[in-house]
Nanobody, 115 residues
Framework: QVQLVESGGGLVQPGGSLRLSCAASGTIFSINVMGWYRQAPWKERELVATGTSSGSTNYADSVKGRFTISRDSAKTTVYLQMNSLKPEDTAVYYC?????????WGKGTLVTVSS
């Protein structure tokens, strides 16, 4: 069983930065994908960025050049560095761990971008 714990959300002004972290614990397979999704009020959950255990990354067009996903050397923690934040980035951000048939979600952390 895998558990995910997210941290780092909060209130930030437009143009500011935040760093989200997600730590996985339990039975972690060496080959996996960890990533971030977000859900704004009245909208569907959408991909933000993913990173594989082999080092590949994928970003939504809306965050390219502003957000950076990274993994720790143990491949059990994923980070999301968010720069140049915009009000439209306001959402609950969810961490996801995926390996083979297994998909696990975190409880989410709220990011609010407002002046």
């Amino acid at each position: 069983q895998v558990q995910l714990v997210e941290s780092g959300g909060g209130l930030v002004q437009p143009g500011g930065s935040l760093r989200l972290s997600c730590a996985a614990s339990g039975t972690i397979f060496s080959i996996n994908v960890m990533g971030w999704y977000r859900q704004a009020p009245w909208k569907e959950r959408e991909l933000v960025a993913t990173g594989t255990s082999s080092g590949s990354t994928n970003y939504a067009d809306s965050v390219k050049g502003r957000f950076t996903i990274s993994r720790d050397s143990a491949k059990t923690t994923v980070y999301l560095q968010m720069n140049s934040l915009k009000p439209e980035d306001t959402a609950v951000y969810y961490c996801q761990y995926q390996t083979g048939y297994l998909e696990v979600w975190g409880k989410g952390t709220l990011v609010t971008v407002s002046s």
